[in-house]
Structure formats: C-alpha cells, structure tokens
C-alpha cells in the first residue's frame, strides 16, 4: 500500500474516532446486542431498526467505549448500513471479515465496503482485528435476531 494511501486510511479512522456516526441510542430498535473484548476491554451495544415495508436497515447506532479503532468502525459501520437488507449488510459483514483476516493482502472491494477499507491496514496487527470487528459482530448478531423473527 503506498504511503499516500495508508496516510488517507489512518485519517479515516482517526476522523471517525472523533466525529462518531451513529453514537448514542436507538429509540424503537428491532434488535439489539452487545458485545465485549475481554483482551482490551472494548465493550459496545449495537442496535438495528428496520423499515416495516422494504425490510432495510433505516439506522444502525450503538453505545460503546473502548479504543479509537473500535470506535471508529462502529462508525463506519453506521454509516454504511442504513438502506441495506440484512443480505447486504451480511454480504458487507464477510467481506469486512475476509479482509480482517488477511493480514493486509490482496484488495478489498472499495465498492462494497466504502470507508470500511481504510481497516485494512490494522488486519496486519492480529491484537487489533478484534477491535475492528467487535461492532460487525454486534450488528450480524442484530440481523441473526431479526431474520429468526421473519
């Protein structure tokens, strides 16, 4: 990855640590469900609510505390689902997770995942993946909850 391109990722990151989309609660969530890593100490709650008629993602917001890498992905991943079914956000969801686990090789598909590439630079550290996808995992459990009640 080009230094030009590693720079633009870690600011990606860095601007959505700090300017969080999708932070705080969900009045009405159609699912909800936390999770926690107990390596660090990440925790976060994440919740779905679903539009009655078309069955896409309306919003997706979550409640956390822990590093800006975890951080930052909750809030790319609330950026990125509103308008998804739950097959979209599942499709998304493995690729984030393809991604996670190689180690930095190969090329997401930006197409797809959107900002969420910008995490490729930390599949390259195995004690950071965790943090990264702690918020995906939170949010499939949210689709597994919500597609069981279908």
């Known amino acids: 990855m080009p230094d030009a391109l590693a720079g633009l990722y870690q600011q990606v990151i860095l601007d ?15 699912a909800e469900h936390y999770e926690r890593n107990p390596t660090c100490g990440d925790e976060i709650t994440v919740r779905v609510a679903l539009d009655p008629d078309t069955g896409t993602i309306t919003t997706l917001a979550w409640q956390g505390d ?30 984030f997770r393809a991604m996670m686990r190689s180690k930095g090789a190969g090329e997401p598909d930006e197409d797809l995942l959107g900002d ?3 995490f ?10 965790k943090c990264a996808m702690l918020s995906w995992v939170a949010a499939e459990a949210c689709s597994t909850q919500l597609a069981a009640r279908a």
Do not use: Y
């Not at 959505?16 to 159609?30: E, I």
């Open 120 to 129: 490729q630079g930390v599949s390259k550290f195995v004690m950071r993946v």
């Open 66 to 95: 822990g590093c800006s890498i975890s951080m930052a992905s909750a809030s790319v991943l609330a950026e990125l689902a509103p308008g998804l079914t739950l097959a979209e956000l599942a499709e998304r969801t493995d690729a």
């Open 116 to 118: 969420a590439v910008a």
């Open 16 to 30: 959505h640590a700090k300017a969080r989309t999708g932070d705080g609660p969900l009045d009405g969530a159609d």
